[in-house]
């Protein structure tokens, strides 16, 4: 048994004209490899798409690749990721499946408040696989919470089963803050476990099998550009053991340069980049600059990006994208800056201000927060008439908020 895991695929996720067709290239790359590897399913573990309305051209060309895989007997299993879904819960996973180009695992039913989930059987080789869905704040802790796992302990077989969370054991170093769900509230005596949210690849040994996060097939910000290089995903396989090789995935090569700016100035600075880059050639990779601390003299706009963003662009770079957040000079006061993605920092601010309103628990207030913040972050659909979509809204505020409106 061979099987492809991928995770965070994130289609249509960079808006830059140079690098918004970057996941879909990925995600073509990455099922070539699993024909040339003749994998006998693929599992997509969330996050399919960057957003729940994705465009139709990226659509358009998924779809065409979903039914090229079908058309080798390839069978696709997914469960839908917090990026999937809109704030009324609908996901473009259900279009996909409804048309036979993949199949959502994650099914089942509520009795006496407990999540009973079924297992999806792979016709070819027998593998058995479900999964959790994740959402948007988390709120698919109340899932694990609400598991049957006795039920899926019990079943025989090699069985998969899908998440698409952290897992407080195994966060990766520099995202400890994120929220996540320990391994006690998953169900035990799966061979994989196939994670997905993390945007960092690992894999560990865990109970008879294997636990892994597949990071992103292509990496989605500033961030995991430098730190990660590219995406990848894993191929499976199961001999005498479980084995799970990781694929890189190469779209575009990336050269990180970081200054610290600290004691130079401006042109201190511009002098050290242009230094730095003058022997190379950059071949089509992505060029991230990153500069960091107090100029001693001169303001950060007196570097002239422009001559070296010409100077890249020359050398042949792809895309050259810089981060001066943490960027100050002494001229100014500091200013204190901490690198955070939008949801830590969101969240962040929630903390802060809870236990403002009366009724509310805390905890109750933070999800609260977070689901009416999902709902209110939504675009108005293609074709909806702003009327239907102020109404959409409002609906989908009142019901979070259990008001009449
Ligand atoms: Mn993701």
């Not at 399919?48 to 659509?59: K, V, W």
């Not at 259900?94 to 695992?105: C, F, I, M, R, S």
Request: hydrophobic content about 40%.
């Amino acid at each position: 048994m061979k099987f492809a895991h991928f995770a965070d695929v994130h289609l249509g996720s960079w808006r830059d004209p140079k690098l918004s067709n970057a996941s879909t290239e990925a995600f073509m790359k990455a099922v070539g490899i699993c024909y040339q590897q003749n994998v006998d399913f693929i599992i997509i573990s969330g996050d399919f798409f960057n957003t729940a309305l994705p465009s139709i051209d990226c659509l358009k060309e998924v779809a065409k690749k979903l039914k090229e895989i079908k058309d080798k007997s390839i069978p696709v299993y997914a469960i839908a990721g917090s990026h999937d879904f809109s704030p009324t819960g609908k996901t473009m996973l259900d279009v996909l499946e409804n048309a036979g180009l993949l199949v959502n695992v994650m099914r089942g039913s509520v009795v006496d408040n407990k999540l009973q989930l079924n297992f999806t059987v792979d016709e070819k080789t027998g593998a058995k696989i479900t999964g959790v869905i994740g959402k948007k704040g988390m709120l698919e802790r109340k899932y694990f919470e609400s598991l049957d796992r006795e039920k899926l302990e019990a079943e025989s077989g090699f069985k998969i089963f899908m998440f698409h969370t952290a897992v407080s054991e195994f966060k990766p170093k520099g995202l400890e803050k994120m929220d996540s769900t320990p391994l006690s509230e998953f169900p035990k005596g799966f061979d994989y476990y196939a994670g997905g949210h993390v945007h960092e690849p690992y894999k560990r040994e865990y109970g008879r099998g294997l636990i892994a996060n597949a990071g992103p097939l292509f990496p989605n910000n500033f961030r995991e550009l430098e730190k990660l290089g590219c995406g990848g995903f894993y191929i499976v396989e199961k001999k005498n053991i479980l084995n799970a090789d990781f694929q890189q995935i190469m779209v575009h090569g990336v050269f990180s340069i970081s200054v610290d700016c600290s004691h130079k100035s401006a042109r201190e600075v511009e002098a050290e980049i242009i230094e730095g880059i003058s022997d190379k050639s950059f071949d089509n990779a992505i060029v991230t600059i990153r500069l960091e601390g107090a100029l001693e003299s001169g303001k950060p706009s007196e570097i002239n990006f422009k001559s070296i963003y010409d100077m890249l662009y020359a050398k042949s770079a792809h895309f050259v994208m810089k981060n001066t957040a943490a960027l100050t000079s002494s001229e100014f006061e500091e200013i204190k800056t901490v690198a955070q993605s939008v949801e830590e920092t969101e969240e962040a601010v929630i903390k802060e201000h809870l236990g403002q309103f009366k009724a509310a628990l805390p905890d109750d207030e933070l999800l609260l927060t977070k689901s009416l913040m999902n709902a209110l972050n939504t675009e108005k659909a293609e074709g909806e008439t702003t009327a239907i979509f102020e109404g959409r809204v409002k609906e989908d505020a009142s019901r979070i908020l259990r008001v009449r409106m």
